[in-house]
């Protein structure tokens, strides 16, 4: 229920279609969605259609050789065909192994492990994709807030398996409509650090890659993504702060003593508390006490959900730069 109300905060311009305000999740969602007579709302089908074919492009290219032997493995034991490369077999084929993993007690192939609580998360995220697929199939109509709603669900679940998804949230965040409450953004908005009378900066995503023998942030970071984002600012001729799992928002001429190790999807709540504080405390500092009143993302939508409500209470605006989906596609396309 909690997700659902999120959801329908989240896309307040757009109204959600009454599967969505049902509070209904998996298969309650999309039969309470098929008894609702939707002919006079405009189709959304092709955004659905680009979700759809983004996650089994992902699956199939993701998997590792042991994930597809042991799911096409099971497969087979219950009749079915395992094809890697039809969304609907690959989503049935995973469904299958967590189901099987949480009733035998057994570990998972996937980041989820043997926690009950995220392999049951994981089933009911297919369960709503699969019926998101059907719907799709059977050219039932769609709106907007369908598809942003399958590219959400499409990325929880990404997250949960341990797959990529920074593609998947890039392609959320190019589906959603323009903002009327965001500033105008026109093809040179970022070409100075200042947007009307407005200071901005940019905030740029940190890497698991890194060079252990760096003194600064600027040399610690060597994954793609960072140095993509800090050349779009060097492009825009915008200053940038680096979001930092450890440190929080840091200069990249920061002085940094090694490398280190806290990925964001695997720090226990408290250490999230703790880190969003730490957030709070360098917006208040570095942001709101120079004057800056708008964020230009170069960063994961975890990254930036941590950031948002920061923001909002700061009354600093923000947007996605124009570039994160092509910079995403460029990366994983490699």
């Known amino acids: 229920m909690a997700r659902c109300i999120m959801n329908n905060a989240r896309y307040a311009s757009h109204p959600l279609p009454p599967w969505n ?127 942003l709603r399958a590219a959400d669900t499409a990325c929880r679940l990404l997250a949960k398996l341990g797959l990529p998804h920074d593609r998947m949230e890039a392609l959320g965040e190019h589906l959603q409509p323009s903002n ?23 905030i740029v995503t940190c890497t698991q890659k890194q060079d252990g023998n760096a003194t600064t942030f600027d040399k610690l970071y060597i994954g793609p993504f960072y140095k993509r984002s800090r050349t779009e600012c060097e492009k825009d001729k915008i200053s940038f702060l680096i979001i930092s799992t450890k440190y929080g928002l840091v200069m990249s001429d920061d002085s940094v003593e090694g490398s280190y190790n806290r990925n964001l999807d695997e720090m226990k709540e408290a250490e999230k508390r703790e880190w969003r504080n730490l957030l709070e405390q360098h917006v208040k500092n570095k942001l709101s006490s120079a004057g800056i009143g708008h964020v230009v993302f170069l960063a994961g939508q975890k990254y930036r959900e941590s950031l948002q409500p920061i923001l909002d209470r700061a009354g600093i605006t923000y947007e996605t730069h124009r570039n994160w989906k092509k910079i995403c596609d460029d990366i994983y396309s490699r």
């Open 180 to 202: 009327s409450q965001k500033p105008p953004r026109s093809p040179d908005s970022l070409s100075t650090r200042s947007q009307g009378s407005t200071k901005q900066i940019a």
């Open 21 to 147: 305000n049902s509070f209904c999740h998996g298969k309650n969602a999309i039969r309470v969605r098929k008894m609702t007579n939707q002919k006079h709302l405009p189709d959304e089908r092709s955004r659905v259609g680009e979700v759809l074919n983004l996650l089994a492009e992902t699956i199939g290219t993701q998997l590792s050789k042991e994930q597809n032997t042991r799911i096409a493995a099971g497969q087979k034991e219950k009749g079915y065909e395992y094809r890697r490369n039809d969304i609907a077999s690959q989503l049935q084929g995973i469904r299958c192994h967590l189901e099987d993993c949480r009733n035998n007690k057994q570990t998972t192939l996937f980041r989820c492990g043997s926690n009950r609580h995220d392999i049951q998360n994981a089933i009911t995220y297919i369960h709503e994709l699969l019926g998101t697929r059907n719907m799709w199939a059977h050219n039932d109509p769609f709106r907007l807030g369908d598809a």
